[in-house]
């Protein structure tokens, strides 16, 4: 099992910034990958960005919807990922999911999850 627990969400107008953060622990060697999901109220979860990072090599998501925004970034040592966002728009807001599961650093997609965290809410006013 792998245990993910985010923090770093809250409230904030819109051109604001917010920094995630997600740790994870358990047995981390099952996934090769982490990643950021959000759900707004009646839509589905959407995969925002994903990272696959080892000694050779680094992949990253990005949603087009983010690029130039977000920035995803891992701390290996502190099995730990973030998720930079700046230039917050209303549309944004939702509640973020970080995730572990295969290739999310190529694909962020909701199949390819394994483990999810609970969750934090990010809410973006205009």
């Known amino acids: 099992q792998v245990q993910l627990v985010e923090s770093g969400g809250g409230s904030v107008q819109a051109g604001g910034s917010l920094r995630l953060s997600c740790k994870a622990s358990?047995?981390?060697?099952?996934?090769?990958?982490m990643g950021w999901f959000r759900q707004a109220p009646g839509k589905e979860r959407e995969g925002v960005a994903g990272?696959?990072?080892?000694?050779?090599?680094?992949?990253?998501y990005l949603a087009g919807s983010v690029k130039g925004r977000f920035t995803i970034s891992q701390d290996s040592a502190r099995n730990t990922v973030y998720l930079q966002m700046n230039g917050l728009k209303p549309e944004d807001t939702g509640m973020y999911y970080c995730?572990?599961?295969?290739?999310?650093?190529?694909?962020?997609?909701?199949?390819?999850?394994?483990?999810w965290g609970q969750g934090t809410q990010v809410t973006v006013s205009s």
């Open positions: 358990g047995n981390t060697d099952r996934t090769n990958s």
């Open positions: 995730a572990a599961g295969s290739e999310l650093g190529t694909r962020a997609q909701v199949s390819a999850v394994s483990y």
């Open positions: 990272i696959y990072e080892d000694f050779r090599t680094r992949s990253i």
